[in-house]
């Protein structure tokens, strides 16, 4: 398990340094835990940077699989962002493998907003990146919609080394939508929240036109074909898309399933699949399923 703390003020630099400084608030760390046998968890690691200052917010985001630890560092170099690599060897030491930026870096893109790793591809959010883009592999260097967020997609070869593949946008790019706010990965299935996105279509594959429900949120699946290639496959909305439900917050994918956060959904109704009419319970929040 690993676990990101954000405000942690430690100056210290590398793997199990020293915990107790206090001089770099901010600066952030990450924490590996291991389980034993009998179900008893310990400490193995305490993460920090080669490179960190105070208020990088080392930690905003982690995604660990197997000896690969990815962790994100949304303020990083004015904002603009970073994501660090670990690895960790076949005595159980961590060390770190790389420093990834984005491949037009800017300052408050906050590059490493969320991350996600499945196998040797890496999923890196810049929830506030700027391009005006569209689709996959457009135009990196406009800056015609501010925050409409992106996301960059990465991948590791046979010796550890880490190269940018692929650069996202939605396929309805606009103005603070926060595209990359979340990412989750499985495979060759890669799935994006866009929490401020203001569509008020319902469903899968609505009208991304509209803008009728500001900030309801929105999910985007991407998929990549044999020669390596990522398109959207689908455009996901709630069933009861209402304003402000920041629907896409947070994401989680397993095999063909995937589950979406709603923070500001606003029913009151308990349980499974109660009454998503019901308005009166503001800021409640939701979790959708979707196969």
């Known amino acids: 398990m690993a676990v990101g703390a954000v405000g942690e003020q430690s100056a210290s630099r590398g793997v199990d340094s020293d915990q107790s400084d206090n001089s770099a608030p901010g600066a952030g760390a990450a924490y590996v835990f ?6 008893v968890w310990t400490q193995q690691a305490y993460i920090k940077t080669s490179n960190h200052a105070a208020l990088d917010y080392f930690g905003h985001s982690v995604a660990l699989t197997g000896d690969l630890l990815a962790v994100g560092a949304e303020r990083q170099g004015n904002y603009h962002g970073a994501v660090y690599v ?6 159980k030491e961590w060390s770190q493998e790389a420093f990834l930026k984005a491949s037009d870096p800017d300052e408050n893109d906050d590059f490493g907003t969320s991350v996600a790793i499945s196998g040797g591809s890496l999923a890196v959010g810049a929830g506030w990146e700027d391009s005006g883009s569209t689709g996959v592999d457009g135009d990196e260097r406009n800056r015609d919609a501010p925050g409409s967020g992106a996301v960059y997609v990465f991948e590791r070869d046979h010796v550890g080394r880490w190269t940018q593949e692929t650069y996202i946008k939605a396929s309805n790019t606009e103005y603070m939508d926060a ?17 401020a996105e203001d569509s008020s279509a319902i469903g899968i594959n609505g009208d991304h036109a509209d803008n009728n429900a500001s900030a309801s949120g929105a999910v985007y699946v991407f998929m990549r074909n044999t020669a390596g290639r990522w398109s959207q496959q689908a455009y996901v909305k709630a069933s009861n898309t209402g304003i402000q439900d920041g629907f896409g917050r947070s994401i989680a994918i397993d095999g063909g399933t995937v589950a979406v956060s709603s923070i500001g959904e606003a029913s009151a109704a308990t349980g499974i699949e109660g009454d998503q009419s019901d308005e009166s319970a503001a800021s409640a929040g939701a979790i959708y399923v979707f196969q």
């Open 86 to 91: 670990f690895a960790r060897s076949a005595s």
């Open 179 to 195: 595209f990359g706010r979340s990412v989750a990965l499985s495979g060759n299935v890669l799935v994006v929240g866009a929490s």
């Open 34 to 39: 291991v389980r034993d046998a009998t179900g």
